[in-house]
């Protein structure tokens, strides 16, 4: 039974369109986050939620909004998609207020042509 | 602010070599330090951790002593296999605020028959 579970594993759209990653976990968590890993691999926050409260939004364009419809659920939405949007998105949750592993997803691949 | 540096990769290494990837960080409070490890194609997962200062996280062999006065959290395996190529990061955690993952830069590690 997958912990955190991302879909689609894989993307493939043009400039222009708008698409979504949902993201769910059956971990109880109260904190779930979005992260980027680009091509060389380096991975960075974008946002936080904690109790469907967004918590980080670390200068993400406004193109990207994420959605809590419930602390179970993360889902990521992008506008506009760029070609520089491409990249690897993780999905990741944590319990709130202890400082101890985010389990993370699989990942989403995704490629703007 | 707070960062993470890893020593640059890739890492090439035969079976049954000694490892060690260098960690060093930045930060502003007292933070939990991990390592997490990335197989191709797959999600990230945390491999050790360390609370505080003087701490040793291990796990699979792996291990990694939580220094304050050198700021490192350097990751040593006494012998190495193939099934240890993977991308290892390094990566911090504050107390203080918004909880999130500042994570290093990835190294690759392959090791070779």
């Known amino acids: 039974d997958t912990a955190v579970s991302q879909t689609p594993k894989y993307l493939v759209t043009q400039m222009g369109n708008d698409k979504s990653i949902k993201c769910e976990q059956n971990?109880?968590?109260?904190?779930m986050y979005w992260y980027k890993q680009d091509s060389k691999k380096f991975l960075k926050i974008m946002f936080s939620?904690?109790?469907?409260?967004?918590?980080i939004n670390e200068t993400v364009p406004n193109r990207f909004s994420p959605k809590s419809p419930d602390k179970a659920h993360l889902n990521l939405h992008i506008n506009s998609l760029e070609l520089g949007d491409s990249a690897v998105y993780f999905c990741?949750?944590?319990?709130?207020?202890?400082?101890?592993?985010?389990?993370f997803g699989q990942g989403t691949r995704l490629t703007v042509v | 602010g707070d960062s993470v540096t890893q020593m640059e990769g890739p890492v090439t290494l035969s079976e049954e070599a000694f490892l060690t990837i260098n960690c060093t960080y930045t930060a502003t409070g007292y933070p939990s330090l991990f390592w997490y490890v990335q197989y191709p194609g797959e999600g990230l997962q945390l491999l050790l951790k360390a609370t505080k200062a003087d701490d040793k996280g291990s796990n699979k062999g792996f291990e990694a002593t939580y220094r304050k006065e050198t700021t490192s959290f350097h990751l040593e395996k006494g012998s190495v296999q193939v099934s240890d190529s993977a991308v290892y990061f390094c990566a911090l955690s504050l107390i203080q605020g918004a909880q999130k993952l500042v994570f290093g830069q990835g190294t690759r590690l392959t090791i070779n028959p």
């Open positions: 939620y904690n109790n469907k409260e967004l918590i």
């Open positions: 971990l109880g968590h109260d904190t």
């Open positions: 990741a949750s944590s319990p709130t207020g202890v400082i101890t592993e985010a389990f």
